[in-house]
Structure formats: structure tokens, C-alpha cells
């Protein structure tokens, strides 16, 4: 049997890959996705209130954060 590579492992290196894969699809398609509410707001008149490019712009910031977190994460090797 092969022995690991790195720290995280198996079945908990396949669920930390899945949610780096979400975080960084999320922030691949943050701001157009953003930007289509915003026209759709505009267009349409919706009656929720709209996302602030402020905080948008703090959301995606932390989704970019989380991304790099995860990626140190799972390049961490074994000794």
C-alpha cells in the first residue's frame, strides 16, 4: 500500500478538494453573476433589497481568502 503524501488524506483530502472547487467556481462567477442581479434590479424592479458592490466586493474577498487557505492546506506535505 502506498503510503501519504500529504497531511490530509483520503476521504477528507476528496471533501476539502470539493469545497475549494465551490469556492473557487463561487468566485470565478461572483461578479457576473453580481452584475446580472443589478441589472435585473434595474430592468425589473425587484422588491429585495440589492447587494452593496461594498459588501459584494467583501464577500469576494473572503471567498478568494478561503480559496488560498485551502490550497495551503492541501499542499502541506508529510515529512
Not at 9 to 30: A, I, M, P
Amino acid at each position: 500500500m502506498n503510503e501519504p503524501v500529504f497531511v490530509i488524506s483520503g476521504e477528507e483530502r476528496r471533501k476539502v478538494k470539493k469545497e475549494r472547487n465551490l469556492f473557487k467556481s463561487f468566485v470565478k462567477n461572483f461578479w457576473h453573476n453580481h452584475q446580472t442581479d443589478k441589472d435585473m434590479y434595474t430592468a425589473y424592479g425587484c422588491e429585495h433589497q440589492m447587494m452593496k458592490d461594498e459588501t459584494a466586493e467583501l464577500m469576494y474577498n473572503d471567498a478568494k481568502q478561503k480559496v488560498t487557505e485551502l490550497e495551503k492546506k492541501l499542499a502541506e506535505k508529510l515529512c
